[in-house]
């Protein structure tokens, strides 16, 4: 198996990063609350263009039903958006093979982030850890409270559509042992709601895996994140909906990120 603890630089020392998410479904942006009632939010490779010249870090992709409706991989799309884009660009949704991995890392994804196929087996991570580098290798976690594990966090695949039994902490701690570069957390309870991360279940992951931990899920204002980030919890956080719908840019996300003192890239 692969280390799971990296040193801090490896974790990218101590500059936080923003990541601007797009929710992919039918050709378009989507953005819903609890992964329901989804809305649109616009064409995919205009705002994925708007969001590198907008100053985002990075960029998330992901194909939201790919793995519920037994879909293939978004190449085109992948193509046409990092043809465009240039900061680093992680893809999912319906990956389940090392050929997968390797078709959108040559479409033009920097990271390819694995969720359902990751439970399903995880040795997966390992292998597209080994076969192209573990920084390539984002594993994501959905997850929502659950009475049915011992920390209080269940994952969930396929879109949040099944439930595993699985204890999210647990797997975080297993999906960073088997190779992960990364760990990709989705509070189901919060996403789309605006009222804030899941702190807790963020803080106790972080301490649990050596890898970067990006947070998602909750995101309703340049405070959100800032809670988000602080020391402890989240090396990222991901927002989509206050982005999509200009309620903040990234320029006012990040002076009120850097006036709080914590450390981004202005």
């Keep these: 198996m692969v280390d799971n603890m990296l040193t801090a630089e490896k974790r990218g020392g101590l500059t936080r990063r923003v990541i601007a ?3 992919v479904s039918g050709g378009r942006v989507v ?12 064409d995919p490779v205009e705002l994925a263009s708007y969001y590198d010249q907008a100053g985002a870090d990075e960029l998330v992709i992901l194909d939201i039903a790919a793995s519920s409706e037994a879909r293939g991989l978004l190449l085109d799309l992948v193509s046409a958006t990092t043809e465009r884009v240039f900061i680093p660009v992680t893809v999912g949704g319906g990956v389940g093979s090392i050929e997968d991995i390797r078709a959108l890392l ?17 040795l997966l991570i390992t292998r597209g850890a080994h076969a192209f580098g573990r920084q390539c290798i984002v594993v994501a976690i959905d997850a929502r409270e659950s009475e049915a594990t011992s920390s209080g966090w269940e994952v969930f695949t396929h879109g949040g559509k099944r439930g595993t039994r699985l204890d999210a902490v647990e797997w975080a701690r297993k999906a960073a042992h088997m190779g992960a570069g990364e760990i990709l957390l989705t509070s189901m309870d919060r996403d789309g709601t605006k009222g804030g991360y899941d702190l807790d279940m963020t803080a106790a992951i972080s301490r649990a895996v050596g890898v970067p931990v990006v947070a998602s899920g909750g995101a309703g204002n340049p405070q959100h994140l800032a809670e988000v980030l602080m020391p402890g919890m989240a ?3 991901l927002a989509a909906s206050i982005f999509h719908y200009g309620q903040f840019t990234i320029a006012q996300t990040k002076q009120h990120l850097s006036n709080e003192g914590i450390e981004v890239r202005l």
């Excluded at 953005?31 to 616009?42: E, H, S, T």
């Excluded at 040559?106 to 995880?122: C, E, L, Q, T, Y």
């Design 31 to 42: 953005k819903g609350v609890n992964f329901l009632q989804l809305r649109d939010a616009g």
């Design 21 to 23: 998410c797009l929710d």
């Design 235 to 237: 090396d990222a956080a």
């Design 106 to 122: 040559s479409a033009g994804a920097d990271k390819v982030s694995i969720n359902s196929a990751a439970v399903r087996d995880p």
